[in-house]
């Protein structure tokens, strides 16, 4: 068999493997839910490009070309016992919705259900025979299987920080708004952030478990040891809603509160080289952290007031489409329209006749979030959608 068929045979078993098949699902299924609600509530499809797949696959390339050359450079071997148990927890945390598809739950969950294995499987058990074959800490001393749980407490470290820079680089701005009615009967407008996207790590798999199967597959010995190479989808995404901050607030916020369990894991990562137990220590922290920061996020919108509700000075702006006037004058999701072409502004309606009176010229009077009256101008060309591209809140049916 050629180099290059066996490059393809690699790459069809990567995107055979379960949590790739789930994420491209999952975006698909975002996208079209994003399109339908779009058409109904808004009457309009905000963003009508495929954002979905386009962060799914290009957000986690050059994170995971990093982490993958780290991985192997340093030599940290991940058993294929812990991989089937990080598909299978994957599949169980769907269940729970976009929360918790992030390695600090996966990753951490799956490490420490494989620990805790090694504690009451034994090699005269019904999986012994197949275990034994795969080289797996679930039967080996409990010193190897702190090892092996150090390893993926340094691969969840690296998926942490790559999550930050990610999230810091990464175009997030693109949401549509979602409606709810508060206790008083105001409707008001919130964001759901789903953030999903997809990196190739490549580990070390100790055994020769996949040339049992593929005689193909590349494998390389140190020692006594023989290893494998094998590229697994790693999914990395949460699901917060955002209603009483702004977007970009709320998630340098998140960001924050993740550099800080960083910080923490890191030197949790240190005492392990003193103490073998605290790789375990690690992983329950990550758990525990990653809850924690999504349980501060959602006590920083209790807190607060609806950001996104009516304004009685003009039209509560909630969703801007790309590419339209209303982008190119800078208005962002929050800002109050008090005056169109010098007609003050009650409704809907208002807008539209102030624009029907002016169809080669805007002129807006606007008020940010901050209180700040700003005037927004710009030309209006034959190519533009008749409209300003953007949506109100009293636009709204609910």
Known sequence: MTLFQNILLALLLFVLQPTFIIGVVLALLSKNRRFKYSRSKLRTTVYKENYEIKRLITWGLIPGAVISLLSVGIGMPVTIDWIIVYHIVTLLFLGLGYRFIHPIFTFSTAGLTVLGLSYFVTEASLFGDILEQWNSPILSQTSTSLESTRVILVLVVLLLLS????????????????????????????????????????????????????????????????????????????????????????????????????????????????????????????????????????????????????????????????????????????????????????????????????????????????????IAETPIYEEDAHDLGLVTLEEIEY
């Open 163 to 374: 999550t930050i820079i990610v999230l810091n680089k990464g175009n997030t701005n693109q949401f549509v708004p979602r409606f709810m009615k508060t206790k008083r009967g105001k409707l008001v407008a919130r964001y759901r952030m789903k953030p999903l996207w997809l990196i190739p790590l490549v580990v070390i798999v100790p055994g020769e478990t996949f040339t049992a199967l593929f005689d193909w597959w590349p494998v390389f010995s140190m020692g006594n040891q023989t290893y494998s190479f094998l590229i697994i989808p790693v999914l990395l995404g949460f699901r917060y809603t955002v209603q009483a901050q702004l977007p970009s607030e709320a998630k340098q916020a998140i960001i924050k509160d993740f550099s800080l369990l960083s910080v923490l894991s890191v030197l949790l990562v240190g005492l392990t080289f003193w103490r073998e137990e605290f790789s375990a220590i690690g992983l329950i922290v990550m758990l525990v952290g990653g809850v924690y920061v999504l349980y501060r996020h959602r006590q920083r919108e209790r807190k607060w007031a609806f950001k996104f509700g009516p304004d009685q000075d003009g039209l509560r702006v909630v969703a801007v489409r790309p590419n339209s006037p209303a982008e190119r004058m800078s208005i962002e999701i929050g800002d109050v329209i008090v005056e169109s072409n010098q007609v003050k502004l009650t409704s809907s309606e208002d807008l539209t006749e102030s624009l029907f009176n002016n169809r080669s010229y805007s002129k807006l009077k606007l008020k940010r979030l901050d209180g700040e009256l700003v």
